[in-house]
């Protein structure tokens, strides 16, 4: 089990950026596939991003794509999710997750919350108007 910690969170304005991270320890972080989801007060989680164990591939949810970049640093263990643009809808709990994917090729990804084994404590993430 790897484990997980959000950072970087907090109150922006609408337009403003912020950078999250999430911090990887207890297993080799390049054997698993990363993913960000966020869940708003009354909402199911949801997928936001996702990158594969080399950092090649990406997929977004349509509502974050040209605005939200994801993106890793396996040699410090650490993934990231740059977020520009900011809406308040985009107001909720962010949360990393990982799934060990090493019977995979190197460039798949994962969308389902379903498919993911580990997941950080979350880090809020307030836009105001």
């Known amino acids: 089990q790897v484990q997980l910690v959000e950072s970087g969170g907090g109150l922006v304005q609408a337009g403003g950026s912020l950078r999250l991270s999430c911090a990887a320890s207890g297993r080799t972080f390049s054997n698993y596939v990363m993913g960000w989801f966020r869940q708003a007060p009354g909402k199911e989680r949801e997928f936001v991003a996702t990158?594969?164990?080399?950092?090649?591939?990406?997929y977004y949810a349509d509502s974050v794509k040209g605005r939200f970049t994801i993106s890793r640093d396996n040699a410090k263990n650490t993934m990231y999710l740059k977020m520009d643009s900011l809406k308040p809808d985009d107001t909720a709990v962010y949360y990393c997750?990982?799934?060990?994917?090493?019977?995979?090729?190197?460039?798949?990804?994962?969308?389902?919350?379903?498919?993911?084994?580990?997941w950080g404590q979350g880090t809020q993430v307030t836009v105001s108007s």
């Open positions: 997750a990982a799934r060990e994917a090493t019977d995979y090729r190197g460039s798949v990804f994962f969308s389902a919350r379903s498919q993911y084994r580990d």
């Open positions: 990158i594969s164990r080399s950092g090649d591939s990406t």
